[in-house]
């Protein structure tokens, strides 16, 4: 007696895709997991992001408007005067709120990535089914990589769309500052990327997620501080000298716009500098003109860095950060394959 039990006459025969038709693309196996898994995290990040993006569009239209209205830039940016006042203020604060998102991405991204499977014991459940423990490392680094670099890429894309028309303007933000030059290009990227694989180290091996929180807001914080001190250093210094002397009003060197000076000293007739409060103990202007005198004053030596260097500064520490990133990356692989239990 045969056991297969045939379909009924009114079973609907099994159908083949129409030709023409294409699937939606959509993630499956591991990767579905951890988008699951993530995924109040990822969405965060992104409807986040997309909120940002839209009240940024709002500004640059609002900003724009008003320049045009006042007749920008025929006329000039110093006649706005403070009337372009509030527009400089947005800039400043959104800059520093984008300067924030390392650090936050850092401590609730990265640290609870896999300190929290760790913790829980999820990492030694998944790992003990078909799924290598490489693998699973690389699909969890890959896909929350992934949507790191996409969210800060739009914002620093969008802020310096903003700023764009008004970059030189040095009154509205210097472009030195992290408000600027860490929100912009390709630093906030490689800032982001550097402090959520840290914090995913620090989470490997601390295995707890609260601690490893705590210990990336450390990290994230120190990093910046970091940055902030040598993110000078990344650029060619140019120094200028003049001799026409010290106290006309048209002495001082010709600077291009938005050019970030490092250093003044004065320039002796035998070429040594002097530091440009020498003769000023006196308020007698023909005492301190015979102190100039007197010390063999000719001129300034200026030293600063112009802006057209900033996006070759950028990359250059972007790279720096990108190669750390890669060098603790593949330290996590090795060293941590054997902690993901």
């Not at 699951?36 to 986040?48: C, D, K, V």
């Not at 830039?73 to 709120?97: H, N, R």
Request: with cysteine.
């Amino acid at each position: 007696m045969s056991t297969v039990t045939n379909l009924p006459d009114s079973a609907p025969a099994p159908t083949s895709p129409t030709p023409g038709t294409t699937r939606r693309p959509h993630l499956s196996g591991l990767p579905w997991l951890v988008w699951r898994q993530h995924r109040t995290t990822y969405w965060t990040l992104l409807g986040a992001t997309a909120l940002t993006l839209a009240w940024i569009v709002y500004q640059r239209t609002r900003m724009t408007d008003f320049l045009a209205s006042r007749g920008w830039p025929e006329t000039g940016f110093d006649s706005l005067g403070q009337s372009f006042q509030p527009y400089g203020e947005a800039f400043q604060s959104v800059g520093m709120g984008l300067g924030l998102i390392p650090v936050l991405l850092g401590v609730f991204v990265g640290a609870p990535l896999l300190a929290g499977d760790l913790e829980h014991g999820t990492a030694k459940l998944v790992t003990s089914q078909s799924v290598s423990r490489t693998r699973w490392l690389a699909v969890k680094l890959g896909i929350t990589g992934a949507v790191v670099v996409a969210t800060t890429t739009a914002l620093s894309v969008a802020f310096g769309w903003w700023w764009n028309p008004v970059k030189d303007q040095v009154t509205v933000m210097d472009w030195t500052s992290g408000s600027a030059f860490d929100t912009t290009g390709p630093v906030p990227v490689a800032l982001a990327l550097f402090t959520v694989v840290g914090g995913v180290a620090i989470g490997v091996v601390l295995r707890r997620t609260l601690a490893a929180m705590v210990i990336t807001f450390g990290f994230a914080t120190a990093v910046q501080l970091v940055w902030a001190y040598l993110r000078l250093s990344l650029g060619d210094v140019i120094t200028v000298t003049t001799r026409q002397g010290v106290l006309a009003e048209d002495s001082f060197p010709d600077l291009p716009d938005a050019a970030y000076v490092l250093d003044e000293s004065y320039l002796t007739g035998g070429g040594d500098l002097l530091g440009w409060s020498t003769c000023t103990d006196t308020a007698d202007e023909q005492a301190r003109e015979a102190c100039l005198r007197e010390a063999d004053v000719v001129g300034w030596s200026v030293d600063y860095l112009p802006m057209s260097q900033m996006t070759g500064m950028q990359w250059l520490g972007a790279g720096i950060l990108l190669a750390l990133t890669a060098v603790l990356t593949v330290a996590l692989f090795v060293w941590g394959r054997r902690r993901l239990v």
